[in-house]
Structures are given as C-alpha cells and as structure tokens.
C-alpha cells in the first residue's frame, strides 16, 4: 500500500451482475484504484451446495470489469488460496450461528476467512459488499472491527430486477415457471415492511403477515422468516427502531435469499 | 504503513526480560521503526490459570524499552482489545492439538487471535518470537502465511540462565529449591539431543532418554516429553532431518516449557 493511495476494493464469486456493477461504480467514486477479485471460494460452500455447477462466465467477467474501469481484476486459483498445510479459520460464533449460518453450517466460517485473506492480500482502504447478502455484511464488518482490518466496509442496497427479485448470480438456476414465483420473496418482505410502517409493532404479527404472502404460493418454501435487530441479527419481539426483514426460500432446488431495512413508525416520526 | 519504513515488531505480555532484550536487539537490526506492545492477554490464559498473578512490572518495562531505543512502546487496556460485541475468534486446529494446546485447550486460539489483531494495528514488516515458546512460533508462522498477513516471523534462539533454564516471566513463581530443579528441564532435553547425535534415530529411544533426566528429579513431573516435526510438530517414530525435543514439566505450582532443536547424525553429515 503506497501513502496517498486509497484502494477500494469489491469481492466477488463472479458471475457478475447489475448489482456487482454497483458496487464497482460506488467503489470507483470512492478511491483511487480499484481491485475487483473473482474467486469461487470453495470453503463457503457446504457439502450437498453448488460448487460445481456455481456459474463462472469469466470472460464476460473481465469485459464488464474492463468496461467500468476495474485497475486489476484478481482472478487466484484454489491452490494459491489454500495450499498443503493450509489450517487457520475465522469464525464469528454469535453472528453466525443463525438463518443463514444455521441452515449452512460452516458458510460463514468460509466467508470469514477469505475475506480476511483477500484483505491481507488486497490491502484496500474500503471494502463494498451487497445489502442482498444482509448477515455476511454484518458478519464482515464486525470481522473487519474485531480483528483491527484497517478498512472501512461499504453495504450498498441491494440491485432488483424490475418485478424485485434481488439480482443474484444463482437466479440462472431458476425455471421460467419458477423465476416468475421468485417474485413472492420480496413481496413477503414488502408485506412485513408496510405493517410495520402502518404502526404495528408485535414481530410475531409482522413475521405472520410475511408468512401469509409465501403460503399464498405453494410452489415456494420457508426456509426462514424473521424480524430481526440489523446489528446483532437477533430475533426482534418489538420493533421500536430499525429492523431487518430476512428471508430465505426455496423453489424446486434453487434456495434464495433477500432482505429489506424498515425503521418504526414512532423511529420515523422522531426524524420529522 | 509508509512506503520504505520497515515496522519490526516484538509483542510481548510485559515482565520483560533478556530473552525479549534480545528479541528487540534483533529487530533493531532489521527494521527503521521498532514498536513493542506490553499486553496481558486474557483470552489466552484458562480459567485455572495465572492471568491475574502474572507479573506487570510496568514501570521496568518501559525503562527497558526506552534503554534499547524502542520507538513506540504500545500498551492497549482489555476493554481496547476486546470491546463488548467482540466475537471473532482465528484457529488453527492442527498445529494447535497437540502438546501446549492439549493441556491448554483455549490458550492458542487466544494467540492467534491476539497476534492478528496487533498485526493489524501495527502493521509490521517483520515480527519476532523466541524460540522458547517452539509451538508458539510454528503457529505464528503458518497464521501469517495462511491469513496473507505480510508479515515476516523471525524466530530468535532461547535465552538462558547459566544453568541452562529457559528465560521466562514465570521463572519468578519458582522457590528457591524448585529454582534449582528447574534446570532439570534443559538437562532432559538435552539428553534427548545428545542421544540422537550420537545416531540413535528411533524417536521412543530418545525420548526415554529425556524421561529418565526427569524421574531422577522426584519434584519434577512430566506434563509431555516428545520428538516432533520442527513444522508439523507431529511426533517422530524416526529422527532421519531435524527435530524438536519439546518438553513441559511442573514445579509445585508451576508450569515449565523448553525446548531444542537438533539434526540428526545423518543429517549433519549431509551438511558436511
């Protein structure tokens, strides 16, 4: 790292999309040079997951990465990433031990070390993540704090397709039939969302009323639901302030995940 | 971090002796700006052990600082270190089984994380670590290599006292007459070393060799005696390179580690 020079920096597994593209243009505003990684990260992934098949379209990669100015687009193999002998893991037990860390056991464990990784070897000066992936951008920036990281993290909103599917590079996996249905994870949230903004405050009421939204489409399952403190992810049983509607389904074989941020009526109000 | 200024760096938990005199002398050598960090690390002791009795001569600490030209002398309170929310955790399970971390099942998982959080703040071109604490240094090393820390570990020889005992904050705990059985630890290992020198490879050969020293010595006993891998720190069934005779033995209430490395007679040859 030269003095002077901020780099900025945006992790991904490729197979990028519209919302990859704004996290690399938030970056660009951000710093003077910008790293894009490309690295399908096989310690995130469990057992029964899709590490094989997980898209890796990198020629397309690289041309969007040179079309929106990327300074070096770092593409390591698994070999130079986890060499004979390779041991250390970080984990972060109280974030990560719910939703998405519960259905994936060692998910976040994999997504923690990487990154740790990659900022050792990036040296950036800030860091962009996506709000879709709402439990890793908590996970990152407590890592980021706990292990003294030196980079500021970045979360910017999540990028949707014009019905609100969340933009994700595993919706390829999805059926016209089932694209379609994909839809009803967002108006889930959506739904949890208004009730809260209409005043209510109960997070049984508000989770129920997500859940009714799913249970109108049969062809989706829960995988969790929730109404959750943005910070430490823990279940909320009154929602005073902020909130985290989380999401995760499943339609035939392919799992999703969303997510949106709602303030409080009476939160709302002391702002105006 | 400036470009050209090369930050050595030499963490120690205070109680400073010649073996960390010599640790700073040495990085003096190496490095255009020398910071040592005087932190008692709590997550890195049990709960039966000696956190709260552990010498904090603070005042001697910093005069020995000052006296060898150390630029910054970096002393963060536990409430720095670990703030509430504080969760994250690096291990490195199989260098950190065996031997120290058997006996001391959360003790390594407390320096690893340690070590990267002041790797981080400090952000040193090189660090160094004695040799005393052998496992210590081995898991240090593989951390940096597999975190991409960028960091260089040295690793500088054991001092000792004139009767061979290793130098530690811990010597102090020792009565006068357990002060002069401790020294039956170097004489053990010694033995061992002296054993496989003469040719015997057979790992069980030497390390009876090194049991006897200390069954002599009726106050002494044995927490592990061991032939082991300088980098796996696997125990040997055959000494045919180098290994490390790494030994722990009590003293009334106190806990003794050492260790040497040695070639083996073949080894040596090849060198010759």
Redesign the interface.
Known sequence: ???GVRIGFVPTMGALHEGHRALIRAARLRCDALVVSIFVNPKQFGPQEDLVKYPRPISQDRALCRKEGVDVCFEPTVEAMYPS???????????ARRWEGEVRPHHFTGV??VV???F??V?PRIALFGQKDFQQSALVR??AK?????VEIVVCPTVREADGLAMSSRNIYLSPDDRIRAATLYKSLQAGAEVIRRGVTDGETVRSAMVRVIKNEPAVTIDYLAVCDPTTLDPLSSVTRQAVLLGAVRIGATRLIDNILVSAKQARRSFE
């Open positions: 790292m030269r003095e002998g390779f041991q250390t893991m970080v984990t972060l037990p109280m974030i923690a070390t740790t990784k990659l050792g070897i040296r407590q890592l706990d292990l003294n990281l030196g």
